[in-house]
């Protein structure tokens, strides 16, 4: 019978041996946090070791400046361009798993705004930024590296995370203090990247021939979904050949949000090349993180991307994840399998799957593959 032969395929796939499950995090730092900030404003002219990379992992080199991720014109989807514009989507998400959309629906202002409450949180005295410095148990907060390995080559960036969704783990008070503005801003900031996020859950659904409301309901729906922002502050950097802002990775959630000062620094993996993404005025990119590629069976596929740093001007970048509910499992979506498409990734929790991230730390897609069954 066809239902049985697809559950025999499934299991012999599983069966080729689940990967461990994630190691139990330490709950703290293994070394004293050092703000890249500071170290920067003492004005060093050489980069401390433990931000210089391996010669083979240097950001030189590969780098592709002829290609440009997709631009995509929102506003198409409301009008006579709308299957136009869910085509271009549709194409992106399957050649890039990147693009830059304008006319989101994120007022200018909006975007300015939550520019100038986070560029002003990173303008305070470090003692009033060191109040909210976070740990590993959490990462809510002040922050200044991912995973807890000891001795790893560390990242040239500062950053401040929190979540907005769902409501009940949103602590408010765990949100800068100041400036004062941050939290109204940001809030409304986050509302408008969620609608964006709703937005973007529906045409993946629909291009992919599911249900309008699937992907949105596979997160856990408007009340259960996760959203959290990351403020990324990269200062200048005296030898930024030899490092990253933010090292090679693709992103675990499901959909990220990214806004971008006018300071280029993102790269987005093509084969074996690295592309710049070109600031564009107002622009929201957006990638698909690991657990879109796993409720899609791999139809699309998160993407790897870095950040690289320069010796003259601050870079910052605000980011929001659209993540499903923590402790929903997710699997690829039932009607995207069976016959020649069997199962690719196993089901886990959003919880289980971040653990090992945050354990440690951005490895490329060394995680999303090792659950993936075929590679
Ligand atoms: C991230 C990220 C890139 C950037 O925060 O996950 O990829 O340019 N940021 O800040
Ligand atoms: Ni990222």
Same mark, same amino acid.
């Given at each position: 019978m066809a239902p049985a032969q697809v559950a025999c395929c499934d299991s012999s796939l599983f069966s080729s041996g689940p990967p461990p499950p994630p190691p139990s995090p330490r709950? %703290?730092? *293994?070394e004293p946090i050092q703000r890249v900030q500071s170290i920067a404003e003492s004005g060093i002219k050489c980069l401390p070791p433990r931000y210089v990379r391996p010669v083979e992992e240097r *950001? /030189? $080199? #590969? &780098?592709? &400046? %002829?290609e440009q991720i997709p631009l995509i014109d929102m506003s198409g989807l409301l009008d006579e361009r709308r299957a136009k514009t869910m085509e271009e989507i549709s194409d992106a998400c399957k050649k890039w798993g990147f693009f830059q959309m304008i006319n #989101? $629906?994120? /007022?200018s202002e909006l975007l300015n705004a939550g520019r100038d409450v986070s560029r002003r949180f990173f303008q305070l005295p470090l003692e009033e930024k060191q109040k909210h410095a976070n740990d590993p148990k959490t990462y809510v907060g002040y922050g200044s590296r991912i995973g807890v390995q000891k001795g790893v080559v560390l990242d040239w960036g500062d950053y401040y995370y929190h979540h907005f969704l769902p409501a009940s783990i949103r602590e408010e008070h765990k949100w800068p203090s100041k400036p004062l503005e941050y939290r109204p801003t940001m809030k409304e900031y986050c509302n408008g990247a969620l609608q964006v996020c709703r937005t973007l859950l529906s045409v993946f659904s629909q291009n992919l021939g599911l249900p309008p409301k699937y992907l949105e309901e596979a997160f856990g729906g408007e009340e259960d979904m996760g959203i959290c922002a990351r403020v990324n502050y990269y200062p200048v950097c005296p030898q930024p050949d030899l490092t990253f802002g933010l090292s090679p990775h693709s992103d675990p959630g499901g959909i990220t949000i990214l806004l971008q000062n006018d300071v280029s620094g993102l790269q987005v993996r093509k084969g074996d090349y690295w592309v710049p993404v070109r600031p564009v005025p107002d622009a929201l990119i957006i990638n698909l993180g690991d657990q879109i590629e796993i409720l899609t069976n791999g139809i699309y596929k998160s993407v790897e991307h870095r950040s690289i740093v320069n010796n003259n001007k601050e870079r910052m970048s605000i980011v929001i994840f659209c993540n499903p509910d923590g402790d929903k499992k997710v699997g690829p979506a039932k009607d995207l399998i069976g016959g020649s498409n069997p199962v690719k990734y196993r089901q886990m929790t959003f919880n289980e799957y971040r653990m090992f991230i945050r354990t440690t730390g951005t490895k490329g897609k060394s995680y999303v593959n090792s659950i993936n069954s075929t590679s």
């Open positions: 709950f %703290e730092w *293994p *950001p /030189s $080199g #590969h &780098v592709l &400046v %002829e #989101h $629906g994120m /007022s």
